[in-house]
Protein backbone atom coordinates (compact mmCIF):
# COMPACT_ATOMS: atom_id res chain seq x y z
CA UNK A 1 0.00 0.00 0.00
CA UNK A 2 2.99 2.14 0.62
CA UNK A 3 4.28 1.69 -3.11
CA UNK A 4 0.64 2.61 -4.80
CA UNK A 5 -1.28 4.90 -2.02
CA UNK A 6 -3.96 5.75 -4.34
CA UNK A 7 -5.45 2.34 -5.84
CA UNK A 8 -4.23 -1.41 -5.22
CA UNK A 9 -4.67 -4.54 -4.06
CA UNK A 10 -3.35 -6.97 -1.35
CA UNK A 11 -3.58 -10.74 -0.35
CA UNK A 12 -3.59 -11.02 3.54
CA UNK A 13 -4.77 -13.57 5.70
CA UNK A 14 -6.72 -11.85 8.58
CA UNK A 15 -5.84 -12.28 11.88
CA UNK A 16 -9.31 -12.50 13.38
CA UNK A 17 -11.18 -15.23 11.61
CA UNK A 18 -7.48 -16.71 10.13
CA UNK A 19 -9.10 -16.33 5.98
CA UNK A 20 -6.81 -15.37 3.29
CA UNK A 21 -8.44 -12.84 1.18
CA UNK A 22 -7.90 -10.27 -1.79
CA UNK A 23 -8.88 -7.29 -1.16
CA UNK A 24 -9.11 -4.55 -3.18
CA UNK A 25 -8.51 -0.70 -1.89
CA UNK A 26 -8.83 3.04 -3.11
CA UNK A 27 -8.25 6.31 -1.74
CA UNK A 28 -11.54 8.73 -1.29
CA UNK A 29 -10.60 11.99 -3.27
CA UNK A 30 -10.89 14.76 -1.26
CA UNK A 31 -10.91 13.01 2.23
CA UNK A 32 -8.09 11.12 4.27
CA UNK A 33 -10.04 7.98 3.70
CA UNK A 34 -9.71 4.58 2.13
CA UNK A 35 -12.79 2.36 0.39
CA UNK A 36 -11.73 -1.53 0.43
CA UNK A 37 -13.81 -4.53 -0.44
CA UNK A 38 -12.11 -7.89 0.15
CA UNK A 39 -13.27 -11.59 -1.10
CA UNK A 40 -11.82 -14.97 0.44
CA UNK A 41 -9.56 -16.93 -1.86
CA UNK A 42 -12.17 -19.54 -2.41
CA UNK A 43 -15.09 -17.28 -3.41
CA UNK A 44 -12.18 -14.97 -5.37
CA UNK A 45 -11.19 -18.56 -7.66
CA UNK A 46 -14.65 -20.20 -7.27
CA UNK A 47 -15.88 -18.63 -11.33
CA UNK A 48 -12.49 -19.63 -12.39
CA UNK A 49 -12.91 -23.31 -11.06
CA UNK A 50 -16.47 -23.27 -12.38
CA UNK A 51 -15.23 -22.35 -16.21
CA UNK A 52 -12.19 -25.15 -15.30
CA UNK A 53 -14.64 -27.36 -15.19
CA UNK A 54 -17.11 -26.92 -17.46
CA UNK A 55 -13.81 -26.97 -20.36
CA UNK A 56 -12.71 -29.74 -18.58
CA UNK A 57 -15.91 -31.66 -18.92
CA UNK A 58 -16.38 -30.04 -22.97
CA UNK A 59 -12.89 -31.27 -23.26
CA UNK A 60 -13.71 -34.71 -22.21
CA UNK A 61 -16.80 -34.96 -24.04
CA UNK A 62 -15.28 -33.95 -26.92
CA UNK A 63 -12.68 -36.73 -26.17
CA UNK A 64 -14.99 -38.94 -25.70
CA UNK A 65 -16.85 -38.47 -29.03
CA UNK A 66 -13.54 -38.93 -31.11
CA UNK A 67 -12.94 -42.11 -29.16
CA UNK A 68 -15.90 -42.86 -29.61
CA UNK A 69 -16.26 -41.97 -33.97
CA UNK A 70 -12.80 -43.52 -34.23
CA UNK A 71 -14.34 -46.92 -32.63
CA UNK A 72 -17.14 -46.36 -34.94
CA UNK A 73 -14.84 -45.62 -38.22
CA UNK A 74 -12.66 -48.17 -37.12
CA UNK A 75 -15.45 -51.10 -37.02
CA UNK A 76 -17.09 -49.47 -40.12
CA UNK A 77 -13.44 -49.68 -41.97
CA UNK A 78 -13.12 -53.76 -40.54
CA UNK A 79 -16.53 -54.27 -41.95
CA UNK A 80 -15.74 -52.93 -45.32
CA UNK A 81 -12.72 -54.83 -44.97
CA UNK A 82 -14.83 -58.24 -44.49
CA UNK A 83 -17.10 -57.23 -46.98
CA UNK A 84 -14.00 -56.70 -49.89
CA UNK A 85 -12.68 -59.92 -48.78
CA UNK A 86 -16.04 -61.61 -49.18
CA UNK A 87 -16.64 -60.55 -52.16
CA UNK A 88 -13.21 -61.49 -53.51
CA UNK A 89 -14.03 -64.88 -52.19
CA UNK A 90 -17.28 -64.42 -53.71
CA UNK A 91 -15.80 -63.42 -57.17
CA UNK A 92 -13.28 -65.96 -57.25
CA UNK A 93 -15.75 -69.17 -56.68
CA UNK A 94 -17.91 -67.53 -58.99
CA UNK A 95 -15.12 -67.37 -61.19
CA UNK A 96 -13.79 -70.97 -60.37
CA UNK A 97 -17.77 -72.18 -60.76
CA UNK A 98 -18.18 -70.07 -64.18
CA UNK A 99 -14.64 -71.03 -65.97
CA UNK A 100 -14.91 -74.73 -65.54
CA UNK A 101 -14.11 -77.50 -67.90
CA UNK A 102 -17.48 -79.38 -66.85
CA UNK A 103 -20.58 -76.90 -68.15
CA UNK A 104 -19.90 -74.65 -71.37
CA UNK A 105 -20.82 -71.12 -70.47
CA UNK A 106 -21.28 -68.03 -72.49
CA UNK A 107 -22.10 -64.55 -72.18
CA UNK A 108 -23.60 -62.79 -75.09
CA UNK A 109 -24.51 -59.25 -76.19
CA UNK A 110 -26.43 -58.61 -79.16
CA UNK A 111 -25.29 -62.43 -80.40
CA UNK A 112 -21.88 -61.54 -80.11
CA UNK A 113 -19.57 -63.47 -77.92
CA UNK A 114 -18.31 -61.19 -74.70
CA UNK A 115 -17.08 -63.91 -72.45
CA UNK A 116 -16.58 -68.20 -72.87
CA UNK A 117 -15.31 -70.18 -70.42
CA UNK A 118 -12.83 -73.09 -71.24
CA UNK A 119 -15.56 -75.83 -71.32
CA UNK A 120 -17.65 -73.88 -74.33
CA UNK A 121 -14.35 -73.49 -76.28
CA UNK A 122 -13.66 -77.77 -75.83
CA UNK A 123 -16.94 -78.68 -76.99
CA UNK A 124 -17.28 -76.83 -79.78
CA UNK A 125 -13.21 -77.66 -81.06
CA UNK A 126 -12.56 -73.98 -81.28
CA UNK A 127 -9.45 -72.33 -79.41
CA UNK A 128 -10.31 -69.33 -76.81
CA UNK A 129 -8.90 -66.74 -79.60
CA UNK A 130 -10.93 -68.27 -82.05
CA UNK A 131 -14.38 -67.31 -80.64
CA UNK A 132 -13.35 -63.35 -79.04
CA UNK A 133 -16.31 -61.62 -80.53
CA UNK A 134 -17.79 -63.94 -83.00
CA UNK A 135 -21.12 -64.55 -83.49
CA UNK A 136 -23.43 -67.23 -82.08
CA UNK A 137 -24.20 -67.98 -85.80
CA UNK A 138 -20.92 -70.05 -85.45
CA UNK A 139 -22.66 -72.94 -83.22
CA UNK A 140 -25.56 -73.65 -85.76
CA UNK A 141 -26.05 -75.70 -88.40
CA UNK A 142 -27.36 -73.17 -90.88
CA UNK A 143 -28.90 -69.47 -90.93
CA UNK A 144 -32.36 -71.14 -90.15
CA UNK A 145 -31.72 -72.93 -86.93
CA UNK A 146 -29.64 -69.94 -86.14
CA UNK A 147 -33.05 -67.32 -86.62
CA UNK A 148 -35.18 -70.19 -85.23
CA UNK A 149 -33.48 -69.71 -82.13
CA UNK A 150 -33.47 -66.35 -82.25
CA UNK A 151 -37.08 -65.86 -82.71
CA UNK A 152 -37.07 -68.39 -79.96
CA UNK A 153 -35.26 -66.15 -77.23
CA UNK A 154 -36.48 -63.03 -78.55
CA UNK A 155 -39.54 -63.80 -77.08
CA UNK A 156 -38.77 -64.51 -73.78
CA UNK A 157 -39.58 -61.59 -70.74
CA UNK A 158 -36.46 -60.25 -69.50
CA UNK A 159 -36.81 -61.43 -66.18
CA UNK A 160 -37.27 -65.07 -67.83
CA UNK A 161 -35.34 -67.95 -68.96
CA UNK A 162 -34.88 -69.93 -72.48
CA UNK A 163 -34.80 -73.59 -72.41
CA UNK A 164 -34.64 -75.07 -75.26
CA UNK A 165 -32.95 -78.90 -77.09
CA UNK A 166 -31.21 -77.71 -80.62
CA UNK A 167 -29.06 -78.93 -82.79
CA UNK A 168 -25.53 -77.36 -83.07
CA UNK A 169 -22.04 -78.00 -84.75
CA UNK A 170 -18.71 -78.32 -83.77
CA UNK A 171 -15.76 -76.77 -85.70
CA UNK A 172 -15.28 -79.93 -87.33
CA UNK A 173 -18.69 -80.49 -88.68
CA UNK A 174 -19.54 -82.43 -86.52
CA UNK A 175 -23.19 -82.26 -85.29
CA UNK A 176 -24.19 -81.67 -81.31
CA UNK A 177 -27.66 -82.08 -79.87
CA UNK A 178 -27.70 -79.30 -76.57
CA UNK A 179 -29.83 -78.69 -73.85
CA UNK A 180 -29.64 -74.86 -73.62
CA UNK A 181 -30.45 -72.32 -70.99
CA UNK A 182 -30.34 -68.78 -71.11
CA UNK A 183 -31.37 -65.87 -69.14
CA UNK A 184 -31.26 -61.73 -69.26
CA UNK A 185 -28.19 -60.03 -67.47
CA UNK A 186 -28.39 -56.21 -66.09
CA UNK A 187 -27.60 -54.23 -69.01
CA UNK A 188 -28.79 -56.27 -71.54
CA UNK A 189 -26.38 -58.88 -71.70
CA UNK A 190 -27.67 -62.93 -71.78
CA UNK A 191 -25.93 -65.74 -70.15
CA UNK A 192 -26.30 -69.24 -71.64
CA UNK A 193 -25.35 -72.82 -70.68
CA UNK A 194 -24.82 -75.52 -72.74
CA UNK A 195 -25.18 -79.42 -71.98
CA UNK A 196 -23.96 -81.90 -74.30
CA UNK A 197 -26.96 -84.62 -74.83
CA UNK A 198 -25.64 -86.39 -78.03
CA UNK A 199 -25.28 -89.39 -76.45
CA UNK A 200 -28.73 -89.49 -75.01
CA UNK A 201 -30.59 -88.24 -78.31
CA UNK A 202 -28.58 -91.46 -80.16
CA UNK A 203 -29.91 -93.96 -77.30
CA UNK A 204 -33.47 -92.33 -77.32
CA UNK A 205 -33.32 -92.69 -81.55
CA UNK A 206 -31.88 -96.07 -80.87
CA UNK A 207 -34.73 -96.65 -78.27
CA UNK A 208 -37.23 -95.38 -81.29
CA UNK A 209 -35.46 -97.53 -83.47
CA UNK A 210 -35.96 -100.84 -81.63
CA UNK A 211 -39.33 -100.01 -80.63
CA UNK A 212 -40.60 -99.30 -84.35
CA UNK A 213 -38.14 -101.79 -86.67
CA UNK A 214 -37.91 -105.27 -87.07
CA UNK A 215 -34.86 -106.69 -85.31
CA UNK A 216 -33.97 -109.25 -87.83
CA UNK A 217 -34.32 -107.19 -90.92
CA UNK A 218 -34.60 -103.47 -89.78
CA UNK A 219 -37.99 -103.06 -91.64
CA UNK A 220 -40.63 -100.99 -90.16
CA UNK A 221 -42.87 -102.87 -87.56
CA UNK A 222 -46.78 -103.22 -87.76
CA UNK A 223 -46.72 -100.01 -85.10
CA UNK A 224 -44.28 -97.97 -87.43
CA UNK A 225 -46.39 -99.19 -90.40
CA UNK A 226 -49.69 -97.90 -88.66
CA UNK A 227 -47.88 -94.91 -88.13
CA UNK A 228 -46.72 -94.66 -91.81
CA UNK A 229 -49.78 -96.05 -93.65
CA UNK A 230 -52.11 -93.26 -91.61
CA UNK A 231 -49.88 -90.78 -92.93
CA UNK A 232 -49.82 -91.82 -96.14
CA UNK A 233 -53.68 -91.89 -96.47
CA UNK A 234 -53.76 -88.34 -95.42
CA UNK A 235 -51.49 -87.64 -98.26
CA UNK A 236 -53.60 -89.63 -100.54
CA UNK A 237 -56.81 -88.04 -98.92
CA UNK A 238 -55.29 -84.44 -99.37
CA UNK A 239 -54.10 -85.62 -103.07
CA UNK A 240 -56.90 -87.78 -104.08
CA UNK A 241 -54.32 -89.85 -105.35
CA UNK A 242 -54.85 -94.14 -105.52
CA UNK A 243 -52.47 -95.93 -102.97
CA UNK A 244 -52.56 -99.54 -102.71
CA UNK A 245 -52.08 -102.25 -99.58
CA UNK A 246 -49.95 -105.35 -100.18
CA UNK A 247 -49.63 -108.29 -97.58
CA UNK A 248 -47.06 -110.64 -98.70
CA UNK A 249 -46.47 -114.01 -97.35
CA UNK A 250 -43.74 -116.44 -98.73
CA UNK A 251 -43.89 -119.50 -100.46
CA UNK A 252 -41.71 -122.02 -99.23
CA UNK A 253 -40.22 -121.03 -96.61
CA UNK A 254 -41.18 -123.53 -94.35
CA UNK A 255 -39.23 -125.59 -96.23
CA UNK A 256 -35.91 -123.58 -96.10
CA UNK A 257 -36.19 -123.45 -92.26
CA UNK A 258 -36.99 -126.69 -91.38
CA UNK A 259 -34.61 -128.62 -93.99
CA UNK A 260 -31.66 -125.51 -93.67
CA UNK A 261 -31.82 -124.50 -90.14
CA UNK A 262 -33.29 -121.06 -88.26
CA UNK A 263 -29.71 -119.08 -89.20
CA UNK A 264 -30.60 -119.94 -92.72
CA UNK A 265 -34.25 -118.83 -92.50
CA UNK A 266 -33.10 -116.01 -90.77
CA UNK A 267 -30.22 -114.75 -93.56
CA UNK A 268 -33.19 -115.71 -96.22
CA UNK A 269 -36.00 -112.92 -94.34
CA UNK A 270 -32.87 -110.24 -94.78
CA UNK A 271 -32.27 -111.12 -98.28
CA UNK A 272 -36.03 -110.60 -99.37
CA UNK A 273 -36.30 -107.42 -96.42
CA UNK A 274 -33.20 -106.03 -98.54
CA UNK A 275 -34.23 -106.66 -102.24
CA UNK A 276 -38.01 -105.38 -101.29
CA UNK A 277 -36.60 -102.47 -99.65
CA UNK A 278 -34.28 -101.85 -103.01
CA UNK A 279 -37.49 -102.16 -105.36
CA UNK A 280 -38.98 -99.28 -102.98
CA UNK A 281 -39.62 -95.76 -104.18
CA UNK A 282 -39.43 -92.96 -102.50
CA UNK A 283 -42.58 -92.83 -100.35
CA UNK A 284 -43.81 -96.38 -99.99
CA UNK A 285 -43.19 -98.30 -97.28
CA UNK A 286 -42.15 -101.93 -96.95
CA UNK A 287 -42.46 -103.35 -93.49
CA UNK A 288 -42.27 -106.98 -92.04
CA UNK A 289 -45.13 -107.92 -89.05
CA UNK A 290 -44.21 -111.39 -88.18
CA UNK A 291 -42.66 -114.34 -89.10
CA UNK A 292 -42.53 -114.81 -93.33
CA UNK A 293 -45.15 -112.13 -93.91
CA UNK A 294 -44.39 -108.60 -95.24
CA UNK A 295 -46.53 -105.39 -95.85
CA UNK A 296 -45.94 -103.32 -99.07
CA UNK A 297 -47.57 -99.90 -98.79
CA UNK A 298 -47.52 -98.10 -103.15
CA UNK A 299 -48.85 -94.85 -103.11
CA UNK A 300 -49.07 -92.16 -105.61
CA UNK A 301 -50.30 -94.67 -108.26
CA UNK A 302 -50.66 -94.25 -111.79
CA UNK A 303 -54.37 -94.32 -113.12
CA UNK A 304 -55.44 -96.87 -114.44
CA UNK A 305 -54.18 -100.52 -113.60
CA UNK A 306 -51.33 -98.58 -112.02
CA UNK A 307 -51.56 -100.80 -108.79
CA UNK A 308 -51.49 -103.97 -111.19
CA UNK A 309 -47.79 -102.85 -112.36
CA UNK A 310 -46.39 -102.46 -109.60
CA UNK A 311 -47.37 -105.28 -107.62
CA UNK A 312 -46.30 -107.34 -110.62
CA UNK A 313 -42.83 -105.76 -109.83
CA UNK A 314 -43.34 -106.75 -106.40
CA UNK A 315 -43.70 -110.29 -107.73
CA UNK A 316 -40.71 -110.15 -110.15
CA UNK A 317 -38.54 -109.33 -107.13
CA UNK A 318 -39.04 -113.70 -106.58
CA UNK A 319 -38.26 -114.84 -110.02
CA UNK A 320 -34.50 -115.27 -109.11
CA UNK A 321 -33.31 -117.39 -106.10
CA UNK A 322 -31.83 -115.28 -103.01
CA UNK A 323 -27.41 -115.73 -101.97
CA UNK A 324 -27.24 -117.01 -98.65
CA UNK A 325 -24.07 -116.51 -96.18
CA UNK A 326 -22.41 -119.65 -97.35
CA UNK A 327 -22.24 -119.30 -100.88
CA UNK A 328 -25.38 -121.39 -101.59
CA UNK A 329 -29.09 -120.25 -103.28
CA UNK A 330 -32.25 -120.63 -101.80
CA UNK A 331 -35.79 -119.69 -103.80
CA UNK A 332 -38.84 -118.87 -102.39
CA UNK A 333 -42.50 -117.38 -103.94
CA UNK A 334 -44.44 -115.24 -102.57
CA UNK A 335 -48.71 -114.84 -102.50
CA UNK A 336 -49.55 -111.17 -102.26
CA UNK A 337 -53.60 -109.88 -101.15
CA UNK A 338 -54.08 -105.86 -102.48
CA UNK A 339 -56.34 -103.89 -101.08
CA UNK A 340 -56.80 -100.29 -102.90
CA UNK A 341 -57.71 -97.08 -101.19
CA UNK A 342 -60.25 -95.11 -101.35
CA UNK A 343 -61.83 -98.76 -103.34
CA UNK A 344 -61.66 -100.99 -100.66
CA UNK A 345 -61.75 -98.19 -97.21
CA UNK A 346 -60.36 -95.38 -95.89
CA UNK A 347 -58.79 -96.76 -92.86
CA UNK A 348 -54.90 -98.35 -92.27
CA UNK A 349 -56.30 -101.35 -89.94
CA UNK A 350 -59.23 -101.72 -92.19
CA UNK A 351 -56.74 -102.05 -95.66
CA UNK A 352 -54.28 -103.91 -94.06
CA UNK A 353 -56.92 -106.62 -92.93
CA UNK A 354 -58.56 -106.54 -96.10
CA UNK A 355 -55.43 -107.41 -97.94
CA UNK A 356 -54.28 -110.30 -95.47
CA UNK A 357 -57.48 -111.87 -96.29
CA UNK A 358 -56.98 -111.33 -99.49
CA UNK A 359 -53.83 -113.04 -99.44
CA UNK A 360 -54.94 -115.95 -98.07
CA UNK A 361 -57.79 -116.11 -100.96
CA UNK A 362 -55.29 -116.40 -103.19
CA UNK A 363 -53.33 -118.82 -101.42
CA UNK A 364 -56.13 -121.45 -101.19
CA UNK A 365 -56.76 -120.67 -104.92
CA UNK A 366 -52.61 -121.79 -105.42
CA UNK A 367 -49.53 -119.82 -104.44
CA UNK A 368 -47.86 -117.48 -106.44
CA UNK A 369 -50.01 -115.04 -107.36
CA UNK A 370 -51.30 -112.16 -106.63
CA UNK A 371 -54.70 -111.48 -105.47
CA UNK A 372 -57.08 -107.84 -104.66
CA UNK A 373 -59.60 -107.90 -102.25
CA UNK A 374 -63.25 -108.67 -103.37
CA UNK A 375 -65.47 -107.16 -101.38
CA UNK A 376 -68.39 -108.71 -100.20
CA UNK A 377 -71.94 -108.32 -102.13
CA UNK A 378 -75.00 -107.54 -99.64
CA UNK A 379 -77.18 -110.30 -99.64
CA UNK A 380 -80.06 -109.56 -101.77
Known amino acids: ?26 AVPGYPLLAQAGLSMREYFAPWRHQAWVFGGLALGQCALILAAAWVIDRAQARQVRARQQLAQLASERGALLDNELVPMVRLRDRHEVWHNRALAEMFGYSAEELKGQSARLFYPDDEAFERAGRGY ?22 LWVDLSGTYLPGGD ?25 ALTGLPNRHLLQESLGLLLRDAERLESP ?138
Open 1 to 26: MARAPARGSIVARNVFDGIQRVSAYE
Open 243 to 380: LAVCYLDLDGFKTVNDERGHDAGDALLRAVAQRLNEQRRGNDVVARIGGDEFVVVLSHLDAPEGEARAVERLMQCFDTPFAMPDGSEARVGASIGVALYPQHGREATQLITQADQAMLAGKRAGKGRWTMHRPVQPAA
Open 190 to 214: SLWMMVDITAVKEREEQARHLALHD
Open 154 to 175: RRMPPSGRFRAQIPMVRKDGRR
